[in-house]
């Protein structure tokens, strides 16, 4: 991602991009997940950070996103730490799209209208942010990034005092970025 785009990103500018970037509150949520479990951003926060996708089931970025989130998930997930992945479509497309590409952290569909979705002024998907516990967002990151994610792996490998492990493995030709 080219510099100037970044700055946009960070002064709140580029409006091809979400209006939430780091350093802004991440506006909360209550959304039933899959599981039947209710996932509010307040609740999640108490135990710690929270790492939330925005996605659509059809779109082939967040396909080829989410088994790195995933990896992610594996390796971070737990220990005051939550994943959760926000759907833009119904339940039953989302479980599919669960199975179809190995995601077992929770999943939600946001509502009709998509409210959850709007507060964040997504403009495209993915769209991934790490929310602190204090509710500021650290990473604001828009289709795939590898450098953003490899930023989420490093500040949560952090939090849980361990070396980051890698999260591409040298076999795979994963490209810098790919818009959503």
């Keep these: 991602m080219g510099i100037l785009r970044r700055l946009s990103r960070w ?29 509010s951003l307040g609740a999640l926060l108490e135990r710690g950070p929270v790492v939330a996708t925005f996605f659509k089931i059809s779109c082939p970025v967040c396909q080829f996103t ?8 594996k390796r971070y997930g737990g220990n005051g730490v939550t994943f959760v992945g926000i759907s833009q479509d119904d339940a039953s497309s989302t479980k599919e799209f669960a199975v179809e590409y190995g995601v077992t952290f929770p999943m939600a569909p946001d509502e009709k209208g998509y409210p959850v979705s709007n507060a964040y002024g997504l403009t495209n998907v993915p769209t991934i942010f790490l929310i602190e516990a204090d509710g500021t967002v650290r990473v604001s990151s828009n289709g795939f990034d590898k ?5 989420i792996a490093r500040e949560l490998a952090e939090r849980r005092k361990i070396a980051p492990a890698a999260l591409f493995r040298p076999d795979e030709n994963v490209p810098a970025n790919k818009p959503g």
Excluded: W
């Design 66 to 73: 989410f088994p790195f989130l995933e990896r992610l998930y």
């Design 147 to 151: 450098k953003d994610l490899e930023t």
């Design 11 to 39: 002064m709140g500018t580029d409006d091809e991009m979400t209006h939430i970037v780091a350093g802004n509150i991440a506006p909360g949520f209550s959304l039933k997940g899959l599981d039947g479990k209710a996932y």
